[in-house]
């Protein structure tokens, strides 16, 4: 076996491991560390710490703001006449 294939079956192996040891959240599990983070908020949170939570859990932007039910508020109830 030449040095790139040992190499390249090592790195497979790595990562096989590696997803063993730290399995993907769900859904369910992001959403409930979202939540969590804007119950801590209380009434006084903004749309930049919303932003700042997608940023401290690691989330792509928006995430919070779909997960925490404001796109839903703002698309049917602010959007009614």
Do not use: C, H, W
């Amino acid at each position: 076996m030449s040095r790139k294939s040992e190499r390249k079956r090592v790195r497979k192996e790595l990562v096989k491991q590696y997803q063993k040891d730290n399995p993907p959240e769900g859904y369910d599990a992001i959403s409930k560390r979202v939540n969590d983070e804007i119950a801590a908020l209380g009434d006084g949170g903004t749309f930049a710490d919303i932003q700042k939570i997608d940023q401290n859990l690691g989330l792509p932007r928006g995430t919070s703001f779909e997960m925490g039910g404001y796109a839903d508020y703002f698309a049917f109830e602010v959007d009614e006449d």
